[in-house]
């Protein structure tokens, strides 16, 4: 099993994401990039710790490769827009990738560059990528959220229909088991 660390906005939405891969064990929702030790969802939401929400998933590499993971990263938010996604504003939902090894580093910045140069999005690119130095754990109301709240207005309106699209896009990469 290998880890990566990915923070695309909200981490509800990146956790219901990455949870429908194949190859995917375990998504935990948490905070890094920031210089607060332990910091609670409240600290991280005023934009003062210098964390962003972020997403750490378990996967089997021989299930599913870093680059489809990156794949899944770069089109299931918009990683043109600094320190927003949405609705959601400020630097806890910027759009990050914290590597594990050099290995993840250079396939990040490989795909960042080669998406930025395809033309595919019409404003250039604004990821972080960055070392993983600490990763803390979101608190337990948070994990798991769209499966246990999937009728809550935010996972209605804004969760679902990101899912929807997904779905649709990545069919050949889902665990229907998760579904």
Known sequence: MELAT????CFW???????QLKGVKSV?????GGHVQNPTYEQVSTGRTGHAEVCQIQYD????SYADLLEVFFNTHDPT???????DIGTQYRSVIFYHNDEQREAAEKAKTELDESGAWKNPIVTEIAPLEEFF???DYHQDYFRRNANQRYCQLVIRPKLDKFEKVFKLKLDTSAL
Do not use: D, H, M
């Open 81 to 87: 827009t600094l320190n927003r996604q949405g609705n």
């Open 13 to 19: 939405c990146v956790e219901a994401v990455f949870q």
């Open 28 to 32: 935990v929702s948490g905070y890094a």
């Open 137 to 139: 754990r979101a608190e």
């Open 61 to 64: 590499p021989e299930q599913i």
């Open 6 to 9: 990915f923070g695309a906005g």
